[in-house]
């Protein structure tokens, strides 16, 4: 498929869909977290996952290499995906599915805001400043608000937030170091089998395994694995056809999408305080992600010769 310079009807179809493919997956893990233990469940995904990206790769003809120099990176990656997903998945045990994809997909402000700091080249605009100050306080909102029913702990709160630094902390770690000299798909790799381990060795510290089976155990658990090595090729492939800037855009969708499923699947409430929060991090979100214009380029000021006609200066 040829590069687009814009976001078309077929992209924008796609982008929604993954979108909603991601909030999906938090309802997914919401319902396997009942019958299975949340970090042994994390660790399993990511072992069967990068056995799978590591046989996909090899069948393309780029299978994937662990270069000495790249250890250092690598295991850094992989240790800060792991408590990403330690955090993840024990804020969905806790806490509801609406309450999270607010707090979670807030991760686009802290990876600006640490990036302001920290990446050359990555300063906040006064646009993108407005939408971080937007967003944030769509977090601080859904965090402090307690009331309306259901699942609502302060401490799954505060875990996904967690979550949300730890993936915003992979990104800079990809952006930051050798590790972006690296094919994307090596750095999911990376990710996938540093992380597997870790997860598995915690897994004992967080009580039995098995809460109670269920045959649909199986199918979300293939699905956690198919959207952990696919589902990350398919937006790689996204971010090769159509700008990054336009495929950044539709980040607001995600905890809109997210909000709708667990209110329509889960039956969670939403209440009014969580809508806006939901409104103030998705136009937040929205904000950040316009296009910059290109800087003005100073024009000469012409002048006028005494026989009335325009000359250069």
Excluded at 193 to 199: D, G, H, N, Q, R
Excluded at 223 to 244: D, I, K
Aim: charged share 10%.
């Amino acid at each position: 498929m040829a590069t687009r310079t814009r976001i078309d009807g077929i992209g924008a179809a796609a982008l929604a869909g993954f979108s909603l493919l991601l909030a999906f997956n938090q309802v997914v893990i919401k319902l396997v977290n009942e019958g299975l233990q949340p970090i042994f469940l994390a660790g399993v995904r990511s072992l069967l996952a990068a056995g799978v990206l590591v046989a996909v790769m090899a069948l393309r003809g780029a299978p994937a290499r662990f270069r000495r120099e790249m250890w250092g990176p690598g295991i850094a990656i992989g240790l800060v995906f792991a408590f990403e997903f330690v955090c993840l998945f024990l804020a969905l045990d806790l806490t509801t599915v609406t309450r999270t994809s607010v707090i979670f997909y807030s991760m686009p402000v802290w990876m600006a805001l640490a990036a302001h700091f920290l990446l050359p080249g990555e300063r906040l605009t006064r646009t993108r400043a407005a939408g971080l100050a937007l967003a944030f306080a769509g977090v601080v909102v859904a965090i402090l608000w307690r009331g309306g029913g259901g699942e609502a702990s302060l401490v799954g709160d505060l875990l996904a937030l967690g979550a949300a630094f730890g993936w915003a902390g992979i990104a800079l770690i990809a952006r930051g170091t050798r590790l972006r000299e690296v094919r994307p798909d090596m750095q999911l790799v990376w990710q996938l089998a540093v992380s597997a381990p870790v997860l598995l060795a915690a897994s004992p510290f967080f009580g039995p395994f098995l809460r109670e089976w269920e045959p649909v155990l199986w199918w979300g658990v293939g699905f956690q694995v198919a959207l952990a090595s696919g589902g990350f090729l398919f937006w790689l492939w996204l971010l090769t056809v159509y700008p990054a800037s336009g495929v950044a855009a539709f980040a607001f969708l995600a905890p809109c999408f997210g909000v709708l499923l667990g209110w329509g699947m889960l039956g969670e409430p939403i209440g009014w305080p969580i809508a806006g929060a939901l409104a103030l991090v998705a136009g937040g979100l929205l904000l950040m992600n316009l296009p910059v214009p290109p800087p003005q380029v100073p024009q000469k000021v012409a002048s006028t010769t005494s026989s009335g006609r325009g000359g250069a200066s």
